[in-house]
């Protein structure tokens, strides 16, 4: 029986979670293809270039918005139950409101996680494609500009720094590389080249020379055609990388892009907190079921209009917190794990004391 009423009570979920995504996910994909519409015209876009770019942007939707989908469809169920008076039935059999919200807290966890194996692990490849198609078939840009970078300067370590002037990422082959060394504010050695390439995942310094200075020995200056440089950790990808949006990297690429930033001295505070908002965002999926439960499960405030508009209230007030702390993180005015995970423990805070009050 408990069986039974478990799959009962997700069917209603699972049914209004399905109907809110279709629903909300296609009337925003709608209003970006009318934004777009006059791209894909001028452009003479293709149909299936469209319908390639709306799988790819259906994914973003869901990536942005299964937090609120969750929400929405946790306040239309339970209040259809309690509107048709199938919660009181249920408290009158002996069951809590906590043993009715159990099937709902599980399944809102599964999705939390779920969610933020997609967001990590498969949106990132998607959401470069869309970004591609957006690019270079919608907007027509070239191509050239995102694999030619010029000015490269990267610092291996301190006292250690290489530049170029400019590198095919395509080819993985740079021109004009000089290296430099020093200790003490002294030079120690210096390399230049007239190209760098990348080979065998190394890097070697082609048709240039290499001077070695020592207090004892004076110069050493030596030629060469071809010469390691073991020294180099970066990968011909990291030195295209632009900073972007870091929600849109997955883990590793971001873990990397902030351990490129370390070892090169430039800043990296917004993407460390971005870091771990991408534990803290999806888990907004379980910690809004503790505060939907109590209210929707009231049958004087039952109703597809008052859930809209609760929904619309929770989502709209812990986007803008979170967005708030977010920021403040971003400028150092508070501690990262305070930005990342200060509204999630307010709102799970105000949602055990709401489950906690709630007639049982």
């Given at each position: ?11 209603y ?62 306040l ?55 970004l ?6 919608i ?20 006292g ?32 230049t ?51 972007g949006k870091p ?62 508009a ?18 403040a ?22 949602g ?9």
């Amino acid at each position: 029986m408990i069986k039974k009423l478990d799959r009962y009570l997700l069917t209603y979920f699972f049914t209004s979670f399905v109907a809110v995504t279709l629903s909300i996910g296609l009337t925003i994909i709608v209003i970006n293809m009318v934004e777009e519409l006059r791209d894909f015209i001028d452009h003479d876009v293709s149909m299936m270039q469209i319908l390639e770019y709306y799988f790819y942007f259906g994914g973003w939707v869901l990536r942005s918005f299964v937090p609120m989908f969750v929400l929405l469809a946790s306040l239309f169920s339970i209040s259809m139950l309690a509107r048709r008076h199938e919660i009181l039935a249920m408290k009158a059999c002996g069951l809590s409101l906590y043993r009715i919200t159990l099937p709902l807290l599980i399944v809102t966890l599964i999705i939390a996680l779920g969610h933020f194996y997609y967001n990590e692990y498969i949106f990132p490849d998607m959401n470069k494609n869309r970004l591609e198609i957006k690019k270079f078939t919608i907007e027509k840009r070239s191509r050239a500009s995102h694999t030619n970078v010029r000015n490269i300067y990267r610092q291996i370590s301190p006292g250690s720094f290489y530049t170029m002037a400019r590198f095919d990422v395509d080819r993985q082959t740079g021109e004009s590389f000089k290296m430099y060394r020093s200790s003490d504010n002294k030079a120690t050695e210096i390399i230049t080249a007239s190209a760098i390439v990348y080979r065998d995942f190394l890097w070697q310094a082609v048709a240039g020379n290499r001077r070695i200075f020592s207090d004892s020995a004076g110069a050493v200056f030596t030629k060469f055609d071809t010469l390691l440089i073991p020294d180099i950790d970066d990968k011909p990808d990291d030195l295209a990388r632009r900073l972007g949006k870091p929600e849109d990297m997955g883990l590793e690429e971001l873990e990397r892009y902030i351990d490129l930033m370390h070892r090169t001295g430039g800043p990296y505070k917004r993407e460390s907190v971005d870091l771990k908002t991408k534990y803290s965002f999806p888990l907004s999926s379980f910690i809004v079921v503790l505060i939907c439960v109590p209210f929707a499960s009231n049958p004087r405030r039952a109703g597809i209009a008052v859930s809209i508009a609760v929904g619309a209230g929770i989502a709209l007030a812990y986007f803008v917190l979170f967005r708030m702390l977010q920021s403040a993180g971003w400028n150092d005015k508070i501690p990262e794990d305070v930005a990342a995970w200060g509204v999630n423990g307010l709102f799970l805070v105000i949602g055990l004391i709401l489950m906690w009050r709630a007639p049982k």
